[in-house]
């Protein structure tokens, strides 16, 4: 402050009282358009793309995200998301909704685009401001936005009917009014929170949703979740198909890979789509050379029918070297399959990874 003339002290304060009343005559003239028709300039609207990532994803960061390939969590969330989020976000087949063209910011289209979970999770609970996007955790818990998170994961690439399926055998939303579910008519309700439990799905690779929070269920006969031998669904068929490649890929057996794909497989890695041809010619010998000497721990594996198709998901851990360099990245595989005579041949395989801190 001593090294602060008076005057220039009193020059800066009149300064800031002259900017602050600008921004007053600014806000008063009424001159900015807050119409959602009128959209931001480029620069500002980039700004604001940084300070919203930015802000959700130090905020998301210390999430926890319970087991996503649990199918009875996609499963549940499928219900969820059909019944509040496709006005605005869409859902295979759609191509647009009345409320859409309007919304500026524009929702993102989930049946197409997939993003971190945890970010998913952080923007379902808490919403975003001066947008459309609705903060859910006020009537949701945090298990149920979970599985919405757990089902968008999966919703990119499934088509009109497997969307339809899946739909299909939700669970009813139980914050729904008209109540088509149990209405606590022999204490059937589960607790908040509380996912049931799958007793289908033992083993040690499903050991991990143990870890997770909100799915120390109660026990599979008091979940209002009625899945007709849903928990009995397991495929294990298409899971042995699922194993079956990667023993192949890891053996580096062209033959045994090939024998598993059915001839209209779509493989897409990181966002980018194969066919078979495509993926014999190219990415196969890469990922056989990727998996030669690498080193893969299961996590968890899963899977439900969906009409005359199966879904198998699954995660590893896959420690290797690139370069020399030892490189550990966490992979999310998510195949479908049909029944054929020749046995379950895989339609589609969809491959996303993060790398792991080594
Ligand atoms: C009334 C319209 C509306 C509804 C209903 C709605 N959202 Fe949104 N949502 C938006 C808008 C708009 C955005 C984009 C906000 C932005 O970019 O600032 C958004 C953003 C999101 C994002 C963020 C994606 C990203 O960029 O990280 C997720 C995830 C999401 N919504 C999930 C859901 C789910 C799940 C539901 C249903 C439970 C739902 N939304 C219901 C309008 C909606």
Redesign the pocket.
Same mark, same amino acid.
């Given at each position: 402050m001593s090294l602060m003339s008076r005057k220039s002290l009193v020059t800066m304060l009149a300064a800031i009282a002259v900017a602050v009343l600008l921004a007053l005559g600014f806000i008063w003239s009424g001159i900015y358009n807050v119409g959602a028709d009128d959209h931001h300039t480029k620069p500002v609207f980039a700004l604001m793309q940084s300070l919203?990532e930015r802000s =959700?994803h130090v905020r998301s960061n210390s999430l926890t995200p319970p087991n996503l390939e649990d199918p009875q969590l996609i499963l549940k969330g499928a219900g969820?998301?059909a019944a $509040? #989020?496709t006005? #605005?976000?869409l859902a295979p087949g759609m191509t647009d909704s009345e =409320?859409r063209p309007g919304?500026y /910011?524009? /929702? /993102?289209d989930?049946s197409k685009l997939r993003?971190d979970p945890k970010?998913?999770f952080w923007? =379902?609970k808490h919403g =975003?401001k001066m947008?459309? $996007? /609705?903060a859910?955790g006020g009537s949701h818990d945090d298990a149920t936005i979970w599985s919405?998170v757990a089902f968008?994961q999966k919703l990119p690439g499934m088509t009109p009917e497997q969307y339809r399926d899946i739909v299909a055998r939700a669970p009813a939303d139980e914050d729904m009014e008209g109540g088509h579910h149990h209405e606590g008519s022999d204490g059937h309700e589960t607790a908040a929170g509380a996912m049931p439990s799958m007793p289908g799905m033992d083993g040690a690779g499903r050991a991990e949703a143990e870890n997770a929070p909100h799915t120390h269920a109660k026990p599979p006969a008091t979940t209002t979740i009625s899945m007709e031998g849903m928990t009995a669904n397991a495929v294990p068929d298409a899971e042995h198909a699922a194993k079956a490649l990667h023993t192949a890929l890891q053996k580096g057996d062209r033959q045994a890979v090939l024998a598993l794909l059915a001839p209209e497989v779509v493989i897409s890695e990181g966002g980018e789509s194969q066919s078979l041809d495509q993926y014999a010619a190219g990415h196969l010998g890469e990922d056989i050379a990727f998996l030669k000497t690498a080193q893969i721990k299961p996590i968890s594996v899963g899977s439900m029918p969906m009409g005359d198709t199966a879904m198998v998901g699954s995660r590893s851990e896959i420690r290797t070297s690139r370069n020399g360099k030892p490189m550990a990245i966490l992979s999310n595989e998510m195949l479908t399959l049909k029944k054929t005579p020749k046995g379950w041949l895989i339609t589609r395989i969809e491959w996303a990874s993060d790398k792991l801190p080594e």
């Open positions: 919203r =959700i969820q998301y $509040m #989020c006005g #605005c976000h =409320i919304l /910011p524009q /929702p /993102p989930l993003f970010d998913e923007v =379902i =975003i947008s459309a $996007m /609705p859910w919405m968008l």
